[in-house]
């Protein structure tokens, strides 16, 4: 559980924001002293030391993938931590307002009905690297986001197969071990049959023929 307050998260460069999460877990030294901050990206796994003492993390003018971190003293334990998702559901609000594409603002101001500069900018907003701290467009994003999620889609369902035919090859050996064959056992019991069907008749050859050294005297 963690303490209120503890810790504030600004989005300071919308550019250099990525779809990754973070946690932030306190340290203790030996003596179970509060020694700083560390800040996990839950995507990359990197590990981020805030130092201690510090109330602002990174510091002015640096950011954490466009994050700034600060941090309100209280009373930490060791089981505090925070989960920080600063993109999460981002999208989910998105709406459009203006459906009318005749009632957007295409000139630039002052300019007269027949100028298209706004409306240039916009068309230039699919091309432009504005995204990814300004490396990568809008449509490079998309695609980005595409493959990613093949690619992840992809490795799951190889994952899947590869451990349907590891429970198939598992029961495919414990039946080896310990299953019934019904043609084995139906073999093994005409076997049994046979072997009784001699005996029987062994045994009426047997009294037969006392009967008949008995009948001789």
């Known amino acids: 559980m963690a303490a209120e307050g503890a810790v504030q998260v600004a989005i300071k460069d919308a550019n250099a924001l990525t779809a990754d999460d973070y946690k932030v877990t306190p340290r203790f030294d030996g003596s179970g002293n509060s020694d700083g901050y560390e800040i996990t990206n839950l995507t990359t796994k990197v590990v981020t030391a805030v130092p201690a003492g510090a109330a602002q993390w ?29 993109t999460r559901n981002l999208a989910a609000a998105l709406q459009i307002n203006i459906t009318d594409p005749s009632k957007i603002a295409a000139a630039a101001v002052g300019t007269g009905e027949s100028n298209g500069d706004v409306a240039l900018k916009l068309a230039q907003l699919q091309h432009e690297k504005n995204l990814g701290g300004g490396t990568m467009s809008v449509t490079e994003s998309f695609s980005q986001i595409v493959n990613r999620i093949g690619v992840a889609s992809q490795q799951n369902k190889t994952a899947l197969q590869a451990q349907q035919n590891l429970i198939n090859q598992t029961y495919a050996a414990q039946q080896q071990v310990s299953g019934v064959n019904l043609n084995e056992e139906y073999i093994n ?29």
Do not use: C, H, K
């Not at 941090?71 to 505090?80: E, G, K, M, N, R």
């Not at 006392?210 to 001789?216: E, H, R, S």
């Open 189 to 217: 019991i005409e076997q049994a049959l046979e072997q009784y069907r001699a005996a029987s008749r062994m045994i009426d050859v047997a009294s037969t023929m006392f009967d008949t050294l008995l009948n001789m005297r």
């Open 58 to 86: 990174p510091a002015d003018p640096d950011t954490l993938d466009g994050l700034v971190f600060t941090f309100v003293t209280s009373d930490l334990v060791a089981t505090d931590s925070w989960t920080v998702q600063p």
